[in-house]
């Protein structure tokens, strides 16, 4: 699937995914949605993600990632325009004041933790 060049949009929310994220994801380049959150994806954010320069908004969160957003998914989004927003929600959150939160994040949006609900 990550093959589909010029797939906008990839919505895979809620599907019980389990796994890694393949890096191959960065030849997506028309992309500009991804949305794969609450499913049960490990490993690390791939870097690869840094390569979409389309996207505008990323949620990966309550996933099972582990480390934090890549530094190259954050440099996407200072380096663009307001016209150009990119919005990113990840699980940044901390859920008390003894345990970090699972991905740390320097650019979130929106940072979740557990409880964190987006309605669409």
């Not at 797939?7 to 929310?13: G, K, L, V």
């Not at 530094?71 to 929600?89: G, N, Q, T, V």
Request: hydrophobic share 35%.
């Amino acid at each position: 699937i990550f093959n589909a060049r010029n797939m906008i949009s990839f919505r895979e929310s809620h599907n019980n995914f389990n796994g890694t994220l393949n890096t191959s994801i960065g030849q997506m380049v028309d992309l500009q949605l991804l949305y794969i959150e609450s499913n049960y994806l490990t490993g690390t954010i791939p870097t690869e993600l840094g390569q979409l320069t389309k996207l505008r908004e990323i949620w990966i969160f309550h996933n099972n990632f582990s480390g934090g957003v890549p530094k190259e998914i954050c440099d996407l989004k200072y380096d663009r325009s307001l016209a150009d927003f990119l919005s990113i929600a990840a699980d940044c959150l901390k859920p008390n004041v003894t345990f970090p939160p699972k991905n740390d994040c320097q650019c979130c949006d929106l940072c979740c933790d557990s409880l964190c609900f987006i309605i669409e």
